[in-house]
């Protein structure tokens, strides 16, 4: 990864700051108080298996990025041969 300087830092999170204003305004004006997501765009993997997805992660980098609280709640229980 290259090297940035401390001005590319302080850039960065002014946008980042920015997005998450927007984002929380957008919310806000549109009465949204909760918002369900899947967490991953596919069932659950087994553990060894998870290097192989690559940025499969994306659905839950919006809440990364904006430090907007989530969590994970199972629906389903993993048999003993998934």
Not at 31 to 57: E, R, Y
Request: proline content about 5%.
């Amino acid at each position: 990864m290259k090297k940035r300087s401390q001005k590319d830092y302080e850039v960065f999170l002014k946008y980042r700051y920015e997005f998450v204003y927007e984002v929380a305004k957008i919310w806000k004006e549109s009465g949204i108080q909760a918002l369900v997501s899947p967490i991953w765009p596919h069932c659950g993997l087994k553990h060894k298996n998870s290097g192989d997805m690559g940025t499969m992660f994306e659905y839950s980098i919006i809440w990364n990025v904006t430090g907007f609280p989530s969590g994970v709640m199972p629906i389903t229980k993993v048999r003993e041969n998934e």
